[in-house]
């Protein structure tokens, strides 16, 4: 029997994934600190703070495969990026460690890498260069989920996202947009191929405009199926007109690289 | 209102421009310092000495965007050159930089790289290779272009145009060549993305045989639609064979790289 | 007039290009040390052994191509990978020297990288690590390659082979099937393009998941024209499960890189 | 008037600080969780906590560059690593961009690249691969570094110290071996150089054995002028004779990298 | 008998060179367009404009190889920059081919390189950014050079001269100092090494501060000698105060970077 | 007990190693297919063909480590260089496999990678192109001993040794020589070191002109102390003119490039 674990399950990209998976696993066990959906059918619900580590050891006990994403999505304070993002991750690994579950799938950012020029071709070897606090938290979680790989081999795929959205919300997402449905066979890629290591992957769709290259990651897999050309018609997206001279157009992470301090 | 200027409108490519450009813009202003066809619907005809730096002043004055094609576009004697090419890209960036113009597109071609081999894969950093002064003089466009945007923020796509005609004329064409279709896609892609910054981009379709790789000019959202293998069947391309250590065969110029000095 | 030679003709590589090149030449001259079915139209079989360089420099003479698909093609003693591989390698090109023989195409394998790591990207200027004797002896079959390239000007394209089967046989071989259509078609590729200097390839056909870049050699105008992907359905392939730390998993070469000496 | 603040100043490194760099500014403010010293000639002592995010505020006022070589410099318990590293580093660079301090050194450590094997060259360019939580914790300092570099101008040295002692104690410190003096010269180098943007840089001196490059910090005009060659007639270090399978041996981080989880 | 011409033998630099060489060759030719000292022992004197193709014909005849140091050295109006540096440089390489001159030293610029940024680590294939159109006309003559190699085999060893002055004259020149001593030796070993081919060497001393990587020319056998270290007791230099966010600072070309246009 | 084995001990280089090294181990097993001196204390000696597997294995037998110099060290026939180099290479390792050898010190050559042109700076990475068969015997040597690491665990420093004489015979040598203190520095250091690896090292000492670069090994801690530049004012190297197109000029394999075919 596979039980897979997907934290973050009340949330958007949670909510996705929790119907395109289902009935993919002998089961699956939704967790969320906010409320979920009542179980359907091969699904457990459990209700946790990533932030406590005997609720996360108690999480994680019983499940062979890890999809992590679960914490703060965008900028917030540093306390709370610190306990949902930084002891958040550590718990999930250290728990993933003592009950032996071997892959994970981590759901950090772009914005791990967002002070990168929208010139600069990445691929998983570029430097980190976190446009925000949120950022440095998900590349904190890249560093933990490669520490863990190189000591005790819990293999992870770490998916810095664009944007993962209905559709592409303004003109930088035609780069960045990332479908639901590339998202859920990336996650799937992950966790039906025969080895993943420790990878770094890219999730944008298969857009016209793009910063970032899989190349290296071709042993997964994956192909995105969808591109945001398919909205290149929508006014609001074809009408904006931006100046190349803003920090968020300059910069990969758009607003959050010309964003300023998250004042409490 | 937008005015783009075009220059070698006259030229073949820039009349495949006029054409394929036509009603895009508010306005386009066309030059040359051969005749060309009266001014249609939105459009103004200006003869021009691209060596003249007055006369570029006044040429530039008023528009949103340059379409650099004008010069010669073939190795000549030095003075010719360096009125046409070397003296008229500087004159069209003094213009741009007092009239504050933010972008270009520079024709430049693949004679500026010439002289690698035909088994180096090349991208926007390979180093300069000219195979004719014709080849030195679109390197330093290159140089300008990019002098102009580090120092005064003027945006330029130098395209390193591999060989643009109605189809291929020989075996070497089916790597270089570029639809007109492909062409005039890449200089509207220019126009409207975000943000271009300094930008080195080969000129060629999605031919089956490639010598060159757009990987880092990814963001610029260009796809060439058109390929030489349309023409494969071709007697005279598919019948001719070629010697492998024939210079203009080894060399990515082709028959530049094998040819002597231009006498006078 | 045109003669090919074509080496390994009764092996199974050797049968499907026989196959698959009936006709394309003026002429086919098809060797094996074993028996072959009898000649054909255009066609001439001459039985030689490879180890013996009187013979070869026979069998080469008069041919303006070569396909070395001969020797031995999977791992054995010593002795029997010296004659073959290398004995063998050496005597073809020591003839095609003699005789002005101008292009090879070599039948490497990947076993000749096959100690390389499955997540590590591999393109034509990958470190050669061979996984077993036999993939040492094509390492050295690529070296004698090169060296007749860089002396006396003989091209070769050395194909680091897949796994070239009627399907796919395991998980592993989705990522390195090569298809024999599209090794047919690569085969062709070198023997048709202008300049082919000295090339290594990777012999994969177009699948999902990939390890190897022939970036570096598109002048060739190869594309592959099939994919795994059509035996994604197959419950032998998608019910396989492996340890993804099994050296037959974790290194490229698969079951070469676990397997211990081959003891006579 | 040019006040530096050093944290940490009651620890080892601390300490040889405190010592060579008496009288080198017109104050230097000296900062540790424990007791230190009492001040002496153009030294101010403050006990501060660096987790405590408004005494480490106050600790910051009126200074013109850190030091920051305070925080846990061992593996240890997650809750301690957090507190003193990962919330005492934001502390820091959150005073500094409050109070405009210009320039910061950040002592990291070979740890946050432990996981490297030892055939492997780094330079400031290699990806960190922490061998241990510790280790993690240095990395996360160096991403606030660069954030705080690219969003707010603040410049950092990364100093990635190998092992900085009297003497080396053992075999692996012939090759990671930094000397007092050595890097009491690079923190001068790093204060004292026009700019310095954000730098990484391998702390050890000119050892025989070397791992780290620093050519891409060349402009730094750091020259380690100590080797560990002064200790190599050393008994202790040249009886010593290593197995090169043990983890320990062939990874970076020496002992950190066999050493199994810290336990509370 | 040899004979060695030195043009721009009146500058700085040329009489650097005419004193330090005297005596090396059978005979010396020294031109300028403006007055020089009167012919010593081995010495010609000949005034020429180098931008009179029929002057610089008559001037290279008879020699061996070309010193060329000649052009304006600063940033000046285009026309005079096209007349001395562009022509210029044509006029001595088409010379040079006529009379079968084989080996070019071309006084080039580290403002051929001047926006890269000072933590950019350079090599002979760093992108060519100039700062200036003087630094413009020395990318110019860098292309003529690659091109006369590549096509006539004249062989040439571009130097980006750093700030060869006697000693430096500010902050930013303890990186980019030449000793007249380093810059005479660069030059006697490319006229002596057996092989120059096409080589770009960074003129700078064996300075603390580097910014230059000449490993890829270490063929030539040069080492400098001299370092602006001698210098930095020098109260003008250590008392000086930049802003690191002064583009003055921020780039490598220094006040060129940051002058805004030559005005005529 | 350490019991050190020399192969080719009564050729140049290992009576060099022979002097050098005695008395530093328990024991030295010299052994070559020709006659050698008679055994020294501490030293034992024992004919053998190097072709011949038997008593190869029964030459291993005993030994901690070997120190691989027999063979054919300059062009020959094939079936010589065959037996001698080949065969040879296999079967010492083979025996080190059987008789759990650790590590090994190959004298590769040079000419493994001679036909890069001389301009060319080559690392570890470099790809291997010989310029002679010798050359590529030695380069299957290195695939040989790369395979039995990577599957047997047994490590090798492949020495590729420029021109180890007395003294250099000839300009190239300038470039290429290798004392015979560093070459004994060299083997002494990869047998001290605690870890090995698969090194590829280049042969020559601290000469002025230097076409490899030796930083990727910089952990075996290897310093040449002896220069070429010793002999600079030798007549016989410093009057001698080259044509720098000469394949003996233009190939870092000097003769071995430019000479023909070895004929029986």
């Known amino acids: 029997m596979t039980r897979v674990l997907l934290t973050g399950a009340g949330g958007n990209l949670g909510k996705v994934l929790r119907a395109s998976l289902a009935g993919e696993f002998d089961m699956i066990r939704l967790s969320d600190v906010a409320d979920m959906d009542p179980a359907g059918p091969r699904e457990e619900v459990v209700q946790c703070d990533l932030g406590d580590a005997e ?42 460690r003592k009950h032996k579950v071997g892959r994970v799938v981590f759901a950090s950012s ?92 890219y999730g944008a769709s298969d857009n016209d405009e793009t910063w970032w290259d899989n190349t290296l990651t071709g042993y997964l897999g994956w192909h995105p199926k969808d591109s945001s050309a398919q909205f290149a018609d929508d006014p609001v997206l074809t009408s904006e007109v931006n100046d190349p001279n803003d920090p968020a157009v300059k910069f990969q992470g758009g607003a959050f690289a010309s964003a300023g301090h998250f004042e409490d």
Do not use: Q
């Open 110 to 201: 772009n914005h791990a890498i967002g002070f990168h020029e929208r010139e600069t071709r990445l691929d998983a070897t570029a430097e980190m260069r976190p446009d925000s606090m949120y950022g440095v938290s998900k590349g904190f979680g890249e560093l933990v989920a490669r520490y863990y790989f190189d000591k005790y081999g819990i293999e992870t795929a770490s998916i810095r996202i664009g944007s993962s959205f209905e559709k592409p919300r303004n003109r930088r997402m035609m780069a960045t947009w990332l479908s639901f449905r590339d998202l859920s066979d990336l996650v799937k890629c992950v966790l039906r191929t025969d080895r993943v290591g420790y990878a770094v992957v």
């Open 55 to 96: 609720a996360v050891l108690d999480l994680v006990e019983g499940c062979d495969a890890i999809l992590h994403f679960g914490g703060m999505s965008v900028e917030n304070t540093f306390e709370t990026i610190l306990n949902a993002n930084i002891r958040g991750v550590y718990n999930i690994y250290e728990a993933a």
